[in-house]
């Protein structure tokens, strides 16, 4: 049983129908520490005796006058679907074959004018799902072997065929892990997130500007002007 898509259904439960109690916190701590790979598993995790039906199932043997036979008929093969249908099973965390593409590239990096023979084979790799959606089906140990692989190639129309050892990485053993989540980036702030500065830093921001400002153009002449004392030449000087 996919139980991922089991927690996803039931924190939309909330939202969809209020008839329910909220689902407690530590039903969520059982079903991620424990081993359920069934629904007795899952039964005696919540230490309940039967899993109850659905109370709007109906009841074959009771039939009312005035009911549509129609719409009995319809869900009399509901019914017959559902108990015909066989239990889901939890696809656990393991091994499993799955098929690996050998890419050209794998073979000879150099080359594109070949073909690989076989195109794909089997290797063993980790699959599955966990309990608990903060951790992952990943691999714990890997071994890796080598296959040989004919590189076809065509010389003068006439196919010429090469043997090429090719490694491949086989998954030995694997564990429900925790799933790595980078940290968050340091992020600039933004127009609103400046606003909100203090006034003392942005006061002292201001004054840092201010005191970096160049004088005004006619100061720095007087400066060049300073051995000259005449107030009436250095005003001639200035107009000149």
């Given amino acids: 049983m996919n139980f991922g898509v089991v927690f996803a259904f039931i924190l939309s439960l909330p939202l969809a129908r209020m008839e329910g109690d909220p689902i407690p916190e530590d039903i969520y701590e059982i ?36 009911q549509n036979p129609v719409a009995l008929s319809r869900e009399r093969r509901s019914l017959d679907a559902v108990a015909a249908a066989e239990t889901a099973v939890l696809a656990e965390c393991k091994t499993r074959e799955v098929v690996f593409e050998i890419s050209r590239n794998m073979v000879d990096s150099t080359n594109a004018n070949f073909v690989v023979w076989p195109p794909c084979v089997e290797v063993q790799r980790c699959s599955g799902c966990c309990n608990n959606r903060n951790v992952q089906c990943r691999p714990t140990q890997i071994r890796v072997r080598h296959v040989q692989v004919n590189k076809i190639e065509f010389v003068q129309k006439k196919p010429k065929f090469t043997k090429v050892v090719v490694p491949l990485e086989d998954h030995v053993q694997c564990r429900c892990e925790a799933v790595f989540r980078p940290p968050p980036r340091n992020i600039r702030p933004g127009p609103r997130e400046q606003r909100r500065l203090s006034p003392a830093f942005t006061t002292a921001a201001v004054s840092q500007r201010r005191r970096v400002r ?6 720095r ?10 107030k009436k030449v ?4 200035l107009i000149a």
């Fill in 221 to 230: 002449k007087h400066k060049k002007y300073k051995h000259v004392n005449d």
């Fill in 31 to 66: 079903l991620g520490g424990s081993s359920v790979r069934s629904i007795s598993d899952l039964q005696r995790a919540l230490q309940i005796d039967s899993v109850e039906q659905d109370s709007s199932s109906l009841n074959l043997n009771a039939t009312q006058p005035d």
């Fill in 214 to 219: 160049r004088p005004p153009a006619q100061k």
């Fill in 234 to 237: 250095l005003k001639e000087i």
